[in-house]
Structures are given as C-alpha cells and as structure tokens.
C-alpha cells in the first residue's frame, strides 16, 4: 500500500498567528508553557482551537534526530514509562504529540517520543500528531521545553540539546535565554561538555551523575592529554576505567581522572587476591587467600575454595577506592 502524503497547505504555518497555540515562545519558562498548554487540552478541544490533529501509522512517523534524550535512560530502564504504556494500552491514547512536517512529506516527532515508543510497543497502529510547519531552531526549542520537564535530563543532555540549537543557528543570547545562563562562559562549558568522547563517557554507569562543571573539566583535560602525550585512546580509556568503582562518586572519580591526564597521579592497580595451598602442621590441607591488608586460612576439606576466592577478589575489586 502507497504511503500517505500529507498536503503541506493544509497544515498551520509557524507564522500563522490564530490561535495562541500557533507559535513557540523564546523564554525557556514560556516554551513549557507552550507545550503544557497543548498536553492540557483534549484532542478534540485542540480541534476546536484550529489545529489540525492528524492519525498516522507509527510505522510513517520517525524521531526527530534533533531531540537529544538517551533512550537508555528514559524509556526502556525506567519503571515510570512502563506504567506510561500500560495507561496507553488500557484508555488510549489521551492527549496529542507535536510533529512536523518534513520536505519529502515525512512527519517528524517533536514532542511525543514516549508516546510514539509506548505506541510501538503495544501495536498501537495509529498515533495522533499534531503537524506544524517550523524549522529546526523552533523545532529545538519545543523539543527542550518537553525534555526540561525530565528530572531525569541529565547536564550532558541538557549540552547536547544546547548544541543542536546553535546548530540550528541560534545566537548566543539565544542560547543563554534557552538555558537561562547568565554568561558566555556557562554557553562555552555546555558547548564542549556535549563535545565530550563517547567512549569516554561510556566508562560511567549514570551520566545523571555527572554535574556540568565536572564534564567541562574532564572533557577539557581528556582533549588536552592527547596533544602532549603518545599513548592510544584506548590505552588511556582502560587507565581511566580503572578509577571507577561502584561505590565511588562521580565527582571524586572525575577528580582522580583528571589528576591522572594531567600527570599528576597514575592508575592504581586494584586489590586482587592471592591463593596459596600448603599442609598444616597436622597434615591438613589448607587455603590461604592474602591480599594487602591481611590474610584468610580456611581447611580445604569440604570447601568449594575456588567460588570462595572468586568472591573475595570479586569484593576487593569492587571495593578498592
């Protein structure tokens, strides 16, 4: 079956002011405002306002690749957005996502990629979307007053949706007012915060718990090694792994990482523990397992003594700071 293309005349244009729905706002507060007041009203009560609601197969409908959120963390591992789709699944889908409409006729979510994923997920057949027509610095700002409403956005995203507003052209008063910065300097530290090495960032189990000041400096730091320095990313990848441990904090993993790239510390290698096997004095088979900090003898006899030393290196390891 031939695709459904959608006449780009019938859509409202961005400059179209009839309603107060028709155009996204500047400010930061403004723009959730905008898309509050859209998620507020019922399909039918957007109808009436004048904005043409469309239902397409999900299968048409793609991300916009402008929307910077990490699936890892807002959809798939997150309790909240299981609930979300079993509430799809039962009553429907209740309020409007926000699209656009794209040159070859595409539509593009804007808003709306949780309903969109929940829809997928359950066969829903037909999403309801709201088409407008808006160019890329419009369609950023609306995917960053949706995003900001996520307690869970984390700085680094907050950095790449920044990113991809300047991209779009914004200027620098326009991306300090998008993230209410009050200097040059916090738009810089954001700007290359987003530039930061993925296979770097990769190492931390939680890139929430990364805070803005200390993904500048890493990201500065881990740029900066590579121009004094001969040795392979990979080589000062598997360096830096070793400064992350389970219980550490981001923060004070980050310091002792960025200690090691400017020369000022080196990896310290983690506690593992040693097997030796002897007799006693009495003839008993014994185990000692010796680490560092001291030593355990345990009778070999009637004792699973390898799953006990796997545990005990596997503690030491984890737990070494």
Do not use: W
Not at 11 to 28: G, V, W, Y
Not at 264 to 293: C, F, H, Q, W, Y
Request: with cysteine; aromatic share 6%; proline share 3%.
């Amino acid at each position: 079956m031939a695709k459904k293309r959608i006449d780009p005349s019938s859509l409202i244009d961005d400059n179209q002011e009839a309603t107060s729905l028709n155009t996204a706002p500047e400010s930061p507060d403004k723009q959730v405002s905008y898309i509050e007041q859209i998620e507020n009203n019922s399909i039918s009560e957007l109808k009436a306002k004048g904005l043409l609601v469309s239902e397409m197969d999900v299968s048409e409908l793609s991300v916009s690749p402008l929307n910077t959120r990490i699936d890892d963390f807002l959809t798939t591992h997150n309790e909240e957005f299981s609930s979300f789709v079993e509430d799809i699944r039962e009553q429907g889908q209740l309020q409007a996502a926000i699209g656009r409409l794209l040159p070859d006729g595409k539509v593009e979510v804007l808003a709306g990629k949780n309903r969109l994923q929940a829809c997928r997920i359950i066969g829903r057949k037909l999403l309801i979307v709201i088409l407008k027509n808006i160019n890329d610095k419009a369609a950023v700002r609306i995917m960053f007053a949706e995003n900001m409403k996520r307690q869970e956005l984390s700085q680094y995203e907050i950095s790449l949706q920044l990113k991809a507003f300047k991209d779009s052209g914004a200027s620098t008063n326009e991306l300090k007012n998008m993230t209410n910065a009050k200097s040059d300097a916090a738009i810089t530290k954001r700007l290359a915060f987003s530039e930061i090495d993925k296979d770097l960032l990769a190492i931390f189990p939680d890139i929430r718990a990364i805070a803005l000041e200390d993904g500048y400096n890493l990201t500065s730091a881990f740029h900066n090694y590579f121009k004094k320095n001969d040795k392979s990313k990979n080589e000062v990848i598997n360096d830096l792994n070793t400064f992350v441990t389970p219980k550490a904090k981001a923060n004070n993993i980050i310091k002792k990482m960025i200690d090691y790239l400017k020369g000022n510390d080196k990896p310290k290698p983690r506690e593992r523990a040693k097997k030796v096997s002897l007799i006693d004095k009495r003839g008993n088979s014994m185990t000692v397992i010796k680490s560092k900090t001291g030593e355990i003898k345990i009778k070999s006899d009637g004792v699973d003594v390898d799953s006990l030393f796997s545990r005990i290196s596997s503690f030491l390891e984890n737990n070494d700071s």
